[in-house]
């Protein structure tokens, strides 16, 4: 009997342990998320990680800095007063590549292997914007190695590499946009629906925005020509009454998660374009009150009310046809002078004229006016070459253009790049005040998570106002 | 399931074939009526347990100067022969109880109840498979708690229960006064980076859940579901506290086994008892507001400012102030009262009081429980039904209500086999207030309201314009004076408590069964399974106009999980000589868990107003979760055990254990584990020593482990919202045709369990006649293979990847005792100390410079390489090379940009004395605690002084002579100003609103500044009991006894802190710990109990 029972024991022993691994197998199969998803399905995803990387955090920031806006409490008093860490960099970092490029170039990855090459375009042209962004404002960026699980430390490529890369990832994206190949994504292109014209465009135009960081006027005159011709084919991101999370981003900081963060208190874009504002631009030909309307709901604050622009359901502008007139303002100026130029601005202030990106709601008639120029109003004396020191009338040009733009790119991180760009003009760059010190910052730092945990990252890290290499 | 089946199938017909065969062959074990002799014997046959009726198997029955020797059998029951009915006595005695001498005077059945003797002597304890052992001859420590100790200490929770009363178990509070708030147990530090720290509970040998689900640094406060036992049906509580005494547990035991032992019935006799409890809570610590200054900012008074850096109000005219009566207006809901737009503020009038008075006051709970208790030689069984209901200390808004039935019976059914069953249901249904770091939270809206503004009108209509139309139900608040904007910024604490639901209903069944079959005398088998399956609804109803949801929102989550859990069991038992016995246990356990959650979340109401469903909003409007989890393990284990020459016993253990949530390549782990235990004093030498009773060594070794989590082995694809850092997300799933992108955790295929590795040596000894015991124990833990989720560069694709990587240790002393002071006559005098030290570091995280446990984002508890587990990290001031602080132009310090550690929350050590006292009917027992050394940051004071509510910020200086203040303005001397001096070594300095608003206040970045010392000293009960003689008293023999207790609970604190009590903690119950940010205040308890036993 007792050998029966020993061999009974040994028999459970034994069962229990081969059973071991065979009652537990096929059962850690996640069944609440996939694996893997195909390129058309990712499209909107990566779109909108793009359009949080242009609207969201980052484009406050740099509005803050900017002088467009002023941060009045908590992290936003820190931000006003330049008191930033590098962790305060981590998340708007982490969007940029882990959510954001990564599945961009996967994206793109994917769409190749199916040959759906306008898609392809698609992918690059939101890779060269999220990579011209972040090299614009960090400077030195991964890119030829970031993304890559062979590189666990990705190298920080020099900034003029970045943006050759950029112009190059464009360059293929047009071919690939003039293409036939393609498996129809127009429900997944919340930008443009597969508009291809248009998707040409906003890539020529984002060309002509990374060639002036550059300041490589010629190229930039080249490219903006072909870019967005009519405020129809704007690259917008794109927001509704839907639902929150499809509000505008200023909106939802705001109004919604952060009241009172932000304001435009003592604000200098205010005081440029609000008609009872210390530094008003309006003129005999220029009244600015429809769109300071549009733009800041009192002295104080953005408008972020009913239709303003920063309301819950209008779109913001990622790429737009006013940006490409006043870069084609900017360098037609430069490349071949005054009267280049001062037609191109009257193109603008024509398109201005006509209501512009003013909200309808705004366009009360007598409270917006942009008649053209005539060389006369910048000569010294001139309407716009009327401060205590006169310039050369081509320099009063050139500052009236660079005060429209910095008008023009309230709330957008262009805005911040301009103002970095031409910082040694100091005859025609705008005068924004520094909040402390003496000057405003000149770049984003790199944040905490890579210099944890990315070799590569320059030690030590530059600061705040050290100018990126192109700005140098 | 078609496999599971056929395995269990399996197991049955393993066990049950042997049972069946050897069952026909045994040979009966008890004494038979007849003997072989013809004289008739006299069988006295009984029940015998303790004062509480709880049943005492192993009691041995001696007939008084005689041979004669029997004990009682696992239900109590006891049989003897006795020769001389007229005039023998029986001696029945056990451990730990007084022996009891009876005169059997021809009775054939005599039931005896136990006195507690000296509780020192030798222990029962409960292994961890569930069975009884000689605690002095284990080779590691456990430390023990009585159910009535728990019941006594008049907490709501078993886990808070536990608190203070046993060495190297740390109870640590997560809130004061949210009724049902999860604690966290630690058991000898925190040997996990960021799997749980709960231990595993096993209840009656099922394990089941006792953790707490979803917390977070806001939200509202979670339950452990470790509270849904009633502390009233608990006979004791074993804590398994070292990697050898819980190894037979395998991937489940890293962090020790709290083994419940629920009370059986017992005896002849029908008890009945009845138990009523009654709590009066207090609010007990509460912060120092200032209400000398008000709304506003710059010494100027501000309608609508968030701050209170206002205007002096002792200088305001006085009387009622000026309004603008054309403008806007609010009229209150309730009262009917007209607010106006104030264009001068005149009143000197202050609402600190009644702001508080309004949503907090005095708490209290009801406790009923009523059990009945009864059995026989053959069976037995305990019933109970109990009750708790709670209205805590924030008034409307903080209840709690449980209410649980248990059955538990034994049934044995013949000589050889026996059945057990236990069931028991639970009801728990609470409701609590946002909390934490939330702008909608309760302590936010109520600390940061400026002293002159008054709360009351905190609901009614809007107009925009005089006599124009309104828009009704909006909320006011005093950032929102008359309700003019949907979005009150923070909400008012009476919208909170009054018009916010946060409600949690809980049903659960826990069974277990457990057949016990003696095959041979030295042959027994067990199969225990069980389950334990919960539901939890969560319901979280935001209206329209409230803070973080301006338009409404409503939560409702459907979570189910369901554990399930066999174990068969052999063992084996044999005498080879007097001097060596052994033992071998062999089995095989099963474990599966699955887990259900569907859930939807509501915001943009269609109907401001409307029923609280998902139907009042548009589909565009309603976010769904739905996941399922799955998890199974299973595991042989074997255990081998010798006593030799009644002084050495050596235990050898292992178990092989394979889990679902291993990576591929990853098939069964084994878990091995050895014990040995010395009693000394058995040596001739030591047995001349009269004051050392008792003596043993004792060293053990263990490798336990921790699963990872399921479902990590590979990358996903999510449907993500994309968040836009401190503002709003967008949600692609609202563009387009739906969108999945890769997730930004990296999946990881290699994953195995985390093993912990740990040595324990100690000593136990008695001395003066055992009424001195002690107990020393040093241990040294270490975790390999850690699982992390590793911080990635953003800029490799991913931000982190889950992995094994990190290794930690602990390594600690503990130390128990108990000396039995005074033990004459009508008094006796007990005192018991535990102490506990343990020192954890983080050895490696594998190139991770910091993993982010939690708390705030201000100020984290992480781990860091080289440091404790749970340091603080934030931003230092900028120092030079010695240290010495760098200070700007102004001649205050300059913040840094580089995050580091800044504190460490861990405590020096932890002590805990109890003293019980005794005369005749009258007993008192006093527990006091001691947490000593450890930081924890204030993060609350830290923004009242940034708002200017903080009492630090109301104190007047005047400048000897002219000081700067941080923004570099200049106050002449001999000026009065709002601030306070101080010299940060480069001269005074003024310290108003831009030092406070700046880096001297919370969203200056600069933790450091807010560290305070975490010791503390508290008692934690004081409990005062009188024994009524109802019989003699109430002349009726139907009520046997009367028990009466006055006792108070955490009725006093000594700490360094102000207004919180330092074991609180944001984080809620896991690790991360060392950070208050508007956690709800704590209480203070008094408690009145009756009990009658009929």
Known sequence: ?472 | MKEKNSTLLMLFLLFFIPIIVFGQEVKPVAASKMDNNNSVKHLVTGVITDRSGVLLPGVTVRVKNSNTVAGSNTLGVYTINVAHPDVDVLVFSFIGFKSVEEKVGGRVRIDIQLEDGNSNLQEVVVTALGFEASKDKLGYTTSKVKGDRIAESGEVSLVDGLGGKASGVRISRSSGSDPGAASQILIRGQSTITRSTDPLIVLDGMPVEGSSRGESAGGTTQQNRLSDINPDDIASVQILKGASAAALWGTRAANGVIQITTKKGGGDNTVISFKSTLSIDKVSQFYDLQDKYGQGSGGVYGLNNTLSWGDKIANRSGGSDTYNLAGPQFVDALTGQTFYTITQKNSQQTFLKQNYDEVLGTGSYLDNNLSISSGNAKSNYFFSVGDLNQNGVIKNSSDYRRTTLRFNATKEMSKWLSITNSFNYSRIGSDRVQRGVNNAGFMIGLLRTPPDFDNSAYIGNYYAAAGGSFIPNRQRDYRNYLGASTNPGFNNPLWVTNEMTNTDLVNRFINTSEINATATDWLKFTVRGGIDDFSDRTLNYFPFYTANANTGQYNRDEYNQLQFNIDAIARANKKFSDNFTGSLIVGYNYNSQSSSSLGAQSVNFTIPTGPHNFSNATPANITTNDAFTNTRSNAGYASLGLDMFNQVFVNANGRLEAASTFGIDNSAFFYPSADAAWQFTELKSFRDLKFLSFGKLRASFGIVGIQPQPYQTATNFVSPQISDDLGGSLNPGLYGTGSYVQSVNKGNPALKPERKREIEFGTDLRFFDNRLSTSITYYQNKTTDALINIPQAASTGFNFIYANAGSIQNKGLEVDASYNIINKGNWSFTADVNWTKNNNKVLSLDGAASINLGETAGISSRAVEGYPLGVLYSIPWQRDANGKELLDANGFPIPGVTSAVIGDPNPAWRGGIGFTLKYKSFGLRTLVERSQGGQIADGTDAVLVDYGTSATTANESTSPTPLKTYSGTIIPANTPFRGNIQNFGAGNVALEQSWYTGPGGFFGNVGEEFLHSATWTRVREVTLTYNLDAPKLLRTNKIKSIVLEASGRNLFLWSQVKGFDPDVNVGGSQSARGVTYFDNPPTRSFLFTIKANF
């Open chain 1, 1 to 472: 009997m007792k050998n029966k029972l020993y061999i009974l024991l040994f028999i459970l022993l034994a069962s229990g342990i081969i059973s071991c691994k065979k009652v537990v197998e096929g059962i850690n199969n996640d069944p609440n998320s996939p694996q893997d998803a195909d390129a058309i399905t990712m499209l909107t995803g990566v779109e909108i990680s793009d359009v949080v990387v242009q609207e969201g955090e980052t484009a406050r920031q740099c509005s803050v800095w900017n002088g467009n806006f002023t941060g009045e409490q908590f992290q936003y008093l820190s931000l006003n007063q330049y008191l930033m860490i590098a962790q305060d960099f981590n998340p708007t970092w982490e969007l940029i590549y882990a959510s954001s490029l990564k599945n961009a170039r996967l994206m793109k990855n994917k769409a190749y292997q199916t040959h759906n090459l306008q898609l392809v375009g698609v992918a690059q042209t939101i890779e060269a914007n999220l990579m011209g962004t972040a090299t614009a404002l960090w400077g030195d960026v991964p890119f030829s190695q970031a993304t890559s699980t062979n590189f666990p430390n990705p190298a920080f490529d020099p900034q003029a590499t970045v943006y050759t890369a950029v112009q190059a990832l464009l360059d293929s994206a047009i071919v690939n946009f003039n293409s036939t190949a393609f498996t129809a994504f127009a429900a997944q292109d919340v930008f443009f629906a597969g508009n291809m014209p248009k998707w040409i465009q906003t890539a020529n135009t984002l060309k002509a925005r990374y060639y002036m960081h550059v300041r490589d006027y010629n190229s930039a005159l080249t490219a903006a020509t072909n870019g967005i011709s009519s405020a129809a084919n704007n690259f917008l991101a794109p927001h509704s009454t839907l639902s929150t999370g499809t509000y505008n981003l200023y909106y939802q900081f705001m109004a919604l998660s952060r009241p009172g963060f932000m304001d435009a208190k003592g604000a200098y874009a205010v005081s440029l374009i609000n008609p009872a504002g210390a530094n008003y631009r309006g003129n005999t030909k220029t009244i600015e009150k429809a769109r300071f309307s549009y733009l800041y709901s009192s002295a104080t604050n953005p408008n972020y009310t009913t239709n303003g622009f920063f309301y819950e359901s209008v779109s913001f502008p990622m790429a737009s046809y006013a940006e490409n007139l006043l870069d084609l303002a900017e360098c037609d100026f430069r490349i071949n002078g005054f009267n280049n130029g001062l037609a191109r601005l009257n193109t603008f202030r024509a398109y201005m004229s006509a209501g512009g990106y003013i909200g309808a709601t705004y366009l009360t008639a007598g409270n917006y006016k942009y008649d053209p120029y005539v060389a006369a109003d910048f000569a010294a004396g001139g309407i716009e070459n009327n401060t205590a020191t006169k310039l050369a009338n081509d320099r009063a040009l050139l500052r009236e253009i660079m005060e429209e733009r910095y008008v023009t790119f309230i709330g957008q991180i262009e805005g911040f790049n301009d103002t970095r760009r031409v910082r040694k003009e100091t005859d025609i760059s705008v005068p924004i005040p520094p909040t402390t010190g003496t000057s405003i910052p000149q770049r984003m730092l790199y944040p905490q998570i890579e210099v944890d945990l990315n070799k590569s990252t320059p030690n030590p890290i530059p600061g705040l106002f050290t100018p990126t290499t192109v700005n140098n």
